[in-house]
């Protein structure tokens, strides 16, 4: 369906969440502090003390196989690019979250579309640093983790590279959406 | 220095320079006179890489926030009231100049008070040489001793060694086939830009992970084979307890001991229980420590027989009423097992410092002569006895005790100006409300900042400095290179804002210093300072490159290994102790006589741990470590990072619960210094009877006197160990849920 679809390559056990991808990810695209986040880091902890487990897990937009808050859009605003399958949105056409009542972002299992906490804001989110990658560069969060839990790439060669693994602590793999994400999981 | 992107952006290679553990390469991205990005180090050896953490990722926020000190400012107001107004240069250096000139004629040049911080490291631009410079020749000056950080690991390396270099290559953990962090964090506190991902890299490896500390840290969440929780302040009990089980099941290296130390039959003395009739078992052990005897059993069974292993100690646990004693013990655990000198192993000792592109290191313009309120002094070298210390000097962390008590307090001096530097004292030393005190009656404050800090609060005048991209300058790591950096400039100033070292030397016309000599030129000065020091002029041949480049990678044959060298022949290479061993027994400590500051590592209760009478009235524990979303109290007011921590007290449900706390409920925190307010954050990662709450968040005291900010040093004390360890970490408080009143 298409020529080729990037994503991610999450290493779970390595992320201390120490949230530079995050900023970097702010910094990058210039978003304001607030409740915009392109790139957000999920907790989970588990267990009585002393026998605690935690885990942090990234959360980008997925820029899923099949992205269920395309359809969803009433003015068509968000694109899947066929040439990579990034799902990109076209902040100008959206209608913002009070019209539409954020539809894209009730749809998306993994609350990925960022209005920010203005009335009538657009959507923005995750656009997997197009800019970056059509110079033939990562994502800034990739090159930002400081214990190299992060990859980006064609999904193909990541799957190569890392194997098969849809889920981890924290992440069930929508089979609806199909996210562009493999995993080295965290267990216990 | 730039290397052209596009048209339009110029890439700026530079480094921070903050007191930060790590040193990390930046690239600044500049389109019309602004920074409008921020990218990390591109080594082409990506595993090498020197990654940078949020804070730097956040550094446009900081070099731009609207609040950033744009004017000289004079107060307008009572002290602490905040209440500033603009003046010029011109009017402000001339006030203090005056000042100072009144002050020396009146009381003295030792009335005369320097307080130096750690907030800016580059060995041009760095306000402490500078103002070190020129109040010399100005006639002296007083001052205060001891890092705040370190002091305990220092007095303890220079007990056991005489060297602080007792570090080794970070990627000597990797010949490691143990390591065991005990309390330390280097998932927040960057002690390293490469040092997570090195412990990394060794875990994977399939080197076992054991992490000693009160909390799950973030790097025990990554690295942790195994977690044992322990109360604070009793980690020496738990070693001593090691060292009992080594000697019982005569596990302990004795030919290491013979040939590389002495004392060690008088430690062996205390552990057996001869010397007090205690023998220190793991049952005994365990009692004070909540670490069961059997967990303290095979750890050291584990420890002696797996070699060679990294006891990693670090400086948190000394920051505290024990102290030196912490890194003692550990260090004496690392000469019991023979791992002292031998790659994968490790000195202990808590600095981790390597002598390649180390801070010690670093170039500074001398200043031309000793500060005349110091000459005639009693020489401290050589010697334990702080006391030399305090011969003109107050501990750093009596500082506002010294300001506010002067000679009747029985300090060497009675301050009446003071002039603070690279620092945020008030909020960072212990007993906040106390320090304000006595910055109220302090007769005149000068302050040189980026900011409107809560110290600069009771200023008389304000100094705007300038950021790290406002000027060029070298800079190194602080424990571990091996690299040398360079701050390179990428914007013009920030309003008026003037370095530290621009501002005393303009200072210098005001007091009508003709002899202080001036460093105008940057591009001169920074090739006379990269030749003024062996290492960076055998190393960086091209100068002009390194400046380019922003950094030099020293590329060491072999991982450096601290005391290899002794180990390997000590014949002819002893230690610079008295005895050229290791000193397990100290004789230098033992001719002071001081019954609190014993000659073997020992262990100790002191005071506000859990077993002080106090605890009955205040039952917790409380630990302040490092924020990972500031360094100490600077970037601060930075929204991005200010967002993704909010600032709480780690609390156990086991401690909430009777107190009817939840998750979120804002909490009262108080002991008989102070109060603060603070969000409850319910984890099961902290061990019971202890709360934790990250240094460095902006005192801000309401008109009750509870501070709003929670800043955690309203409730530590302003005391130290008889190392001089800053105790901040010896605390006792109590927690209960914040209605609106008291």
């Keep these: 369906m298409y020529k080729i679809q990037v994503g991610f390559y999450f290493d779970q056990t390595r992320c201390i969440g120490c949230s530079a991808c995050v900023i970097a990810c702010k910094d990058w695209h210039d978003i304001p502090a607030g409740s915009e986040n392109w790139m957000r880091i999920r907790y989970n902890e588990r267990g009585k003390f002393p026998n605690v487990f935690v885990s942090y897990l990234i959360n980008p937009c997925f820029h899923c196989e099949d992205p269920v808050c395309i359809p969803v859009c009433p003015v068509g605003a968000i694109i899947k690019r066929e040439e990579d399958g990034i799902v990109i949105v076209n902040s100008d056409l959206c209608l913002g979250n009070e019209e539409c009542d954020s539809k894209c972002l009730k749809a998306c299992p993994y609350n990925t579309p960022q209005f920010g906490s203005k009335k009538g804001a657009k959507m923005r989110k995750c656009d997997y640093c197009l800019d970056r990658h059509l110079e033939g560069k990562l994502p800034v969060c990739i090159e930002t983790c400081r214990t190299r839990a992060l990859d980006a790439g064609n999904m193909e060669e990541l799957k190569s590279k890392y194997g098969q693994i849809k889920e981890t602590d924290n992440f069930i793999y929508s089979e609806r959406t199909k996210p562009s994400i493999i995993f080295k999981p965290k267990k216990k | ?742």
């Excluded at chain 2, 602080?164 to 953990?173: A, I, M, T, Y």
């Excluded at chain 2, 002039?419 to 409300?433: A, K, R």
Aim: glycine content about 8%; overall charge neutral; hydrophobic content about 35%.
């Design chain 2, 1 to 742: 220095m730039e290397n052209r992107e596009n048209e339009d952006i110029q890439i700026i290679r530079s480094s921070s320079a903050f007191d930060c553990g790590g040193r990390c390469p930046l690239r600044l991205h500049v389109k019309d006179g602004k920074i409008i990005r921020i990218e990390g180090d591109d080594y082409e050896e990506k595993d090498e890489q020197l990654r940078t953490c949020l804070r730097c990722r956040a550094l446009r926020q900081y070099i731009y926030h609207p609040e950033r000190l744009k004017y000289p400012l004079k107060r307008d107001g009572p002290k602490g009231s905040g209440n500033f107004k603009r003046i010029s240069w011109d009017e402000a250096l001339t006030e203090i100049a005056l000042k100072l000139k009144e002050v020396k004629k009146k009381y003295g040049n030792s009335s005369i008070f320097l307080v130096l911080g750690g907030g800016y490291q580059g060995a041009l631009h760095d306000g402490m040489f500078a103002m070190m410079r020129l109040l010399t020749q100005f006639g002296g000056f007083s001052t205060h001793y001891g890092n705040v950080s370190s002091e305990g690991a220092v007095y303890a390396t220079q007990t056991q060694y005489t060297s602080p270099f007792v570090g080794h290559s970070r990627n000597d953990l990797l010949n490691s086939k143990l390591i065991i962090m005990w309390g330390w964090d280097p998932a927040r506190m960057i002690s390293g830009s490469d040092t997570i991902f090195n412990l990394i890299k060794a875990k994977e490896k399939g080197i076992k992970i054991i992490c000693i500390d009160p909390r799950y840290t973030d790097s025990a969440v990554v690295l942790a084979d195994q977690w044992i929780p322990i109360i604070p302040g009793t980690d020496t009990a738990m070693m001593v307890a090691m060292a009992y089980v080594m000697i019982k099941e005569n596990l302990y290296d004795k030919e290491f001991l013979d040939k590389y130390t002495v004392g060690f039959d008088k430690f062996k003395e205390y552990v057996i229980g001869i010397e007090d009739n205690i023998p220190k078992t793991p049952e005994w052990a365990e009692k004070i420590t909540s670490v069961p005897a059997e967990t303290i059993i095979n750890l050291t069974r584990e420890y002696v027989k797996t070699k060679p292993a990294a006891l990693m100690d670090c400086q948190g646990p000394a920051r505290s009423a024990v102290g030196e004693l912490y890194n003692r013990c550990a260090m004496t655990l690392t000469a019991m097992t023979g791992n002292v000198g031998r790659n994968g192993g490790s000195a202990a000792g808590g600095l981790m410092g390597i002598p390649y592109g180390h801070m010690f290191f670093g170039s500074r313009i001398p200043p031309p002569y000793r500060n005349p309120v110091e000459t005639g002094l009693k020489s401290v070298r050589g010697s334990l006895d702080l006391q030399l210390r305090f011969q003109a000097r107050c501990h750093t962390n009596k500082t506002f005790d010294a300001i506010l008590k002067g000679k009747e307090g029985g300090y060497p001096f009675d301050v009446k100006f003071a002039w603070f530097v690279n620092n945020n004292f008030l909020n960072q030393l212990g007993n906040t409300n106390k320090s304000a005190e006595a910055l109220k009656k302090l007769e005149y404050m000068v302050i040189a900042d980026l900011w409107l800090t809560p110290t600069a609060r009771y200023a008389d005048i304000i100094l705007p400095v300038t950021s790290i991209a406002e000027k060029n300058d070298l800079t190194r790591p602080w424990p571990s290179g091996p690299y040398f950096t360079c701050v390179n400039q990428a914007i013009e100033s920030i309003g008026e804002c003037k370095s530290d070292l621009r501002i005393a030397e303009e200072l210098a016309d005001k007091l009508g210093l003709k002899e202080f000599d001036k460093y105008l030129d940057e591009k001169k000065t920074l090739r006379f300072l990269i030749k003024l020091r062996e290492d960076t002029r055998k190393n960086i041949r091209n100068i002009d490159k390194f400046r380019q480049d922003g950094i030099y990678r020293l590329k060491l044959e072999e991982p450096y290994v601290a005391f290899k060298e002794q180990i390997n022949d000590i014949e002819n290479k002893p230690f610079e102790t008295p005895s050229g061993k290791i000193e397990i027994f100290s004789q230098r400590i033992a001719d002071l006589r001081d019954p609190e500051n014993p000659p073997i590592p020992k262990y100790m209760e002191r005071w506000e741990g859990r077993y002080d009478p106090l605890n009955k009235k205040y039952p917790l524990q409380l630990l302040s470590p490092h924020p990972k979303n500031r360094i100490h109290s600077e970037m601060y007011l930075v929204e991005w990072l200010k967002e993704v921590e909010p600032h709480v007290a780690w609390i156990n449900p086991v401690d909430a619960e009777p107190r009817g706390i939840t998750n979120g409920d804002e909490l009262l925190v108080f002991n008989d210094r102070g109060k603060l307010t603070i969000k409850a954050w319910l984890t099961e990662r902290i061990i019971p009877g202890v709360i934790s709450i990250f240094e460095g968040a902006w005192y801000n005291p309401d008109e009750n006197g509870i501070d709003r900010g929670g800043c955690v040093n309203v409730l530590t004390k302003d005391a130290y160990s008889p190392g001089g360890a800053s105790a901040l970490n010896s605390c006792l408080v109590q927690v209960k849920k914040f209605e609106g009143g008291v």
